[in-house]
């Protein structure tokens, strides 16, 4: 499955420059080996053309076109789409497509927004490497060499910004220094 959204990513624009000619398929696109390794041997010539409607329709008007052509195409349950791709008014997982990581083209503009929130917890200080979880479930790692010890508190609000190339620095309420940090992922 990873490696099936790799080529789609790749094959399909996913920030490489690279896009499929108007002609081509991505089933055609694809070099025959990769086709294979994906899994993508497996699929009957209808889920082969179904693969191709759906990624020509995600790279024309993205994942919300390519849900509703998904529905208004009248394909059976064999071939639809898996309930992942598609947008459902309910909230649920993530899907496939919106777990992707994104590849930037050096120059694209990037905007980060500021975040508040509240360490969940008690907060004594931190040294480096320290990790703080917040209330809203984002977990910082401290990424700078100072420490800073205070007396035990129950979680104070702070404030992420963004700083200069890609950094970001948290504050804390009452805490005088700053302190650099980078977000990490928890796996449960």
Known sequence: MKRWLAVLLVVGGGGSGTTMAAAETFSQAVAPADFAAAGLGKLSPAEIARLDALVRAFQVGGRERAGREAGASGASAATAP???????????????????????????????????????????????????????????????????????????????????LGSFWMTLAGVRPRVKVVRVDRGP
Do not use: C, D
Request: net charge negative; charged share 20%.
């Open 82 to 164: 898996p309930p992942a791709m598609v947008e459902s008014g309910a909230k649920s997982a993530p899907g496939l497509l919106a777990m992707a990581k994104v590849r930037l083209a050096p120059g694209t503009a990037v905007e980060y927004g500021t975040i508040e929130s509240r360490i969940a917890g008690e907060f004594r200080g931190w040294e480096n490497r320290t990790v703080f979880t917040l209330e809203n479930g984002q977990h910082w790692q401290v990424a700078g060499g100072e420490s800073y010890v205070t007396p035990p508190e129950p979680g104070p609000a702070v404030t992420i910004k963004p700083g200069a």
